[in-house]
T-cell receptor, first 111, second 111 residues
Framework: NAGVTQTPKFRVLKTGQSMTLLCAQDMNHEYMYWYRQDPGMGLRLIHYSVGEGTTAKGEVPDGYNVSRLKKQNFLLGLESAAPSQTSVYFC??????????FGPGTRLTVL | GQSLEQPSEVTAVEGAIVQINCTYQTSGFYGLSWYQQHDGGAPTFLSYNALDGLEETGRFSSFLSRSDSYGYLLLQELQMKDSASYFCAVRPSSGTYKYIFGTGTRLKVLA
């Protein structure tokens, strides 16, 4: 049981490049989330999904797109990366109200 | 709006007891959760209060008072490994599946 996994763990991009972050969970959870965390800050919700084929905007969605084609996978895309998107990205999943399970994070630097 | 406020930093010595407060402004929510995050790591679930009162899990306890819009995490018999950031979080009962995280408290445990 791997829980929540994220690919890649680290990435460096140049301004204007695109990339996709992959989140996978093996707990059969309905709900999945993408957060970003900047140094010394809390977690800010980018997008989330309440089930396969659904997505919704969070607190800071601009510059990001997401897709949930399979229940176990949630993809986060950056079409044209900007330095302001330098951050640590966490994926999370849950079933119910109590707890969210987080992946190990992706550390992204945009030069 | 909806927000959860926490002190930015708390310092205590090994073996002591420390309380991390979380005050919130949200109209309604399902329960108050607490997460621990070590530097470079992912948030991990610690405790949950669905109802008012105290919940105890080993050295950690969490308290919620909805009438006072206030909760706290109590850490007893502090150990060096407890040095981490701690976040409170709620899921508003407004019909969405979004979670709101607090600003985070960095705990430093001194020898």
């Amino acid at each position: 049981n791997a829980g929540v996994t994220q690919t890649p763990k680290f990435r460096v991009l140049k301004t204007g490049q695109s990339m996709t972050l992959l989140c996978a969970q093996d707990m059969n959870h309905e709900y999945m989330y993408w957060y970003r965390q900047d140094p010394g800050m809390g977690l800010r919700l980018i997008h989330y999904s309440v089930g396969e084929g659904t997505t919704a905007k969070g607190e800071v969605p601009d510059g990001y797109n997401v897709s949930r084609l399979k229940k176990q996978n949630f993809l986060l895309g950056l079409e044209s990366a900007a330095p302001s998107q330098t951050s640590v990205y966490f994926c999370a999943s849950n079933e119910g109200e109590v707890t969210q399970y987080f992946g190990p994070g992706t550390r992204l630097t945009v030069l | 709006g909806q927000s959860l406020e926490q002190p930015s930093e708390v310092t205590a010595v090994e073996g002591a007891i420390v309380q991390i407060n979380c005050t919130y402004q949200t109209s309604g929510f399902y329960g108050l959760s607490w997460y621990q995050q070590h530097d470079g790591g992912a948030p991990t679930f610690l405790s949950y209060n669905a109802l008012d009162g105290l919940e105890e899990t080993g050295r950690f306890s969490s308290f919620l008072s909805r009438s006072d819009s206030y909760g706290y995490l109590l850490l007893q018999e502090l150990q060096m490994k407890d040095s981490a950031s701690y976040f409170c979080a709620v899921r508003p009962s407004s019909g969405t599946y979004k979670y709101i995280f607090g600003t985070g408290t960095r705990l430093k445990v001194l020898a």
